[in-house]
């Protein structure tokens, strides 16, 4: 197969696996590499994550960017209190800010994952993020945009509780927060245990075509109600995609519906503990949901291309991250 093609069919089934793999991902009991699973993974029934922008002022965008570095960056003695404050809100398990340069305007963009457990507990769970908003800056404006409810949402059962600092990086490039005692993070899979060094974490912005990009939006959004009220389950389908999930080692993924002026978007988020490997398992099988893909993405979306290679194009640039030294992974955690 020519590497052009190969390509092409790598980065269609990179979200084609998304939409249905991370949606089917813990609805049944996974497959390892070499033998069964005993634990599934938590999903949009099981916890929720909110997204949440505040535009900055165009000629700022750089002093955003360095007070967002000097008040979150890693220091030895202020994890804890660092990490709290990018977490937010009590018992959050994961949360990432990133710089977004992409659309009309730049924005800060904060990522926040929440166990419904504590949703449930919390009056006004949206007041309570607006306020918890991880930065204060002259440059950033004071409406709050919030994009909440996603309609796919997935946590690996064995995902690592704590982050190390990306190796090699140094001043301004581009930190993770470490946060808990350990200064790396393990991932037990199939009876062996992954290191986590670091993580790689993206947020990427696919514009949908009109028409049947918008209707496929809708439908995550309708789907996503039914598995979280009527706990639906997809058959084959799920353990085609646990099996492609459970090859990435994909932390947390998140697919947001976002409708803007100009269009309606899917927003990706990831967490992982190579975006390589990401990509390399996708290249690597036949799967049924990954082979299936190219011809639904290259109807639903305007620019595919930007998911084909790696690395991925995207907009957002994450300038920290930040995971509770207790975040739930097996579903009896949240």
Same mark, same amino acid.
């Given at each position: 197969?020519?590497? !052009?093609?190969r390509r092409r069919?790598?980065?269609?089934g ?5 939409i249905?793999g991370?949606?089917a ?5 996974t497959?390892?590499?070499?033998r ?11 916890a929720? &994550? ?6 900055i002022d ?9 007070? &967002?570095?000097?008040?979150l ?12 404050r990018?977490?937010g ?18 924005? /800060?963009?904060w ?9 449930a ?8 993020l $607006?306020?918890? #908003? ?18 796919? !949402? ?5 995902r ?5 600092p ?5 001043g301004?490039a581009?930190r993770l927060i ?5 200064s790396?993070?393990?991932?037990e899979s ?12 993206a ?5 949908l075509r009109?028409?049947?990009? $918008?209707?496929?939006?809708d439908?995550?959004?309708w789907?996503?109600?039914?598995v ?10 799920e ?11 994909m932390?947390?993924?998140?697919i #947001?519906?976002?409708r ?5 978007y899917?927003?990706?988020y990831m ?5 390589a490997?990401?990509? $390399?398992?996708?290249?690597d099988?036949?799967?049924?949901v &990954?082979?299936?893909?190219e011809?639904?993405v290259g109807r639903?979306v305007?620019q595919?291309?930007?998911?084909l290679?790696y690395p ?5 640039e994450? /300038?920290a !991250? ?10 009896e955690e949240f």
């Amino acid at each position: 197969m020519k590497t !052009h093609s190969r390509r092409r069919w790598l980065g269609y089934g990179l979200l084609c696996g998304a939409i249905v793999g991370a949606a089917a991902y813990g609805w049944t009991k996974t497959r390892g590499r070499s033998r069964a699973r005993t634990e599934p993974a938590a999903t949009e029934r099981h916890a929720t &994550a909110f997204l949440l922008r505040r535009r900055i002022d165009p000629g700022q965008i750089e002093a955003v960017r360095k007070a &967002a570095r000097t008040s979150l960056e890693r220091r030895n003695d202020e994890d804890d209190r660092n990490a709290n404050r990018l977490l937010g809100l009590e018992r959050a398990a994961t949360a990432s800010l990133f710089l977004d340069r992409g659309g009309e305007e730049s924005s /800060l963009a904060w990522y926040v994952e929440v166990p419904r457990s504590v949703l449930a507990a919390v009056d006004d769970p949206v007041g309570r993020l $607006e306020r918890a #908003f991880p930065l204060e800056h002259e440059a950033l404006g004071d409406e709050l945009i919030v994009t909440r409810e996603p309609p796919i !949402h997935a946590a690996h059962p064995d995902r690592p509780r704590s982050t190390a600092p990306v190796p090699g990086t140094d001043g301004d490039a581009g930190r993770l927060i470490v946060t808990g005692s350990e200064s790396t993070g393990a991932v037990e899979s199939a009876g062996s245990t992954q290191k986590a060094e670091s993580v790689d974490v993206a947020l990427v912005s696919m514009k949908l075509r009109p028409g049947m990009g $918008e209707r496929l939006a809708d439908w995550l959004e309708w789907l996503s109600r039914r598995v979280v009220v009527d706990d639906w389950h997809l058959g084959p389908i799920e353990d085609w995609s646990a099996e492609m999930l459970e090859r990435e080692a994909m932390f947390t993924e998140t697919i #947001f519906v976002e409708r803007r002026s100009d269009g309606t978007y899917l927003l990706q988020y990831m967490e992982c503990a190579e975006m390589a490997d990401v990509y $390399e398992a996708y290249y690597d099988t036949w799967n049924p949901v &990954a082979r299936g893909a190219e011809l639904l993405v290259g109807r639903v979306v305007e620019q595919p291309e930007r998911v084909l290679q790696y690395p991925i194009q995207t907009d957002a640039e994450c /300038l920290a !991250h930040a995971v509770a030294s207790d975040r739930p992974r097996r579903l009896e955690e949240f």
